[in-house]
């Protein structure tokens, strides 16, 4: 192998490397969210559901190519939904990538929905 395609390599899995903590680690985790003694209003029918078709199923959809995890269901939500949360909950940004963000306040609602159990 030539020290140029060896660099090459080095670099490439030190960026794989990096991106992978910071999709894992940083963001705060599911338990920091306690569900309001009341419980909450929001349902899959009155939140979830848009929530995910509005901002996530379009990568997460099943195989299109960008992601094999799909959020196309409430079970898979559910089955799912620690992760989900560390990542696009509360003060977590890191899902979706780019510009385009959901409102801070949608954000916060997923975050409750998530932590009630997803009802
Ligand atoms: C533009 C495409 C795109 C959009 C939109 C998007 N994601 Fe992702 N997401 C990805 C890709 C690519 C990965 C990395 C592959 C994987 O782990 O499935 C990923 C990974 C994830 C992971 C796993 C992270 C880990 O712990 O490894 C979660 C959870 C996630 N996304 C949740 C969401 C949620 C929730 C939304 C909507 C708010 C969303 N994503 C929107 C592309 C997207």
Redesign the pocket.
């Known amino acids: 192998m030539s020290a140029r395609v060896t660099a090459a390599l080095a670099l490439a899995l030190s960026l794989a490397l990096l991106a992978?903590l910071g999709?894992?680690c940083g963001g705060s985790p599911i338990e920091d969210h306690p569900c309001p003694p009341g419980g909450t209003a929001l349902t899959y029918d009155n939140f979830g559901k848009g929530?995910?078709e509005?901002?996530?199923?379009?990568?997460?959809g099943g195989a299109n190519g960008?992601?094999?995890?799909s959020?196309t269901s409430l079970d898979l939500?559910r089955a799912?939904r620690a992760?989900?949360?560390?990542?696009?909950?509360d003060d977590n940004t890191?899902?979706?990538?780019?510009p385009?963000d959901?409102p801070a306040n949608e954000?916060a609602k997923?975050g409750e929905w998530l932590a009630c159990g997803a009802p």
């Open positions: 992978s999709v894992a929530f995910f509005g901002w996530c199923v379009q990568c997460h960008y992601s094999s995890r959020y939500i799912d992760r989900i949360f560390v990542n696009a909950a890191t899902m979706p990538p780019g385009d959901p954000r997923l």
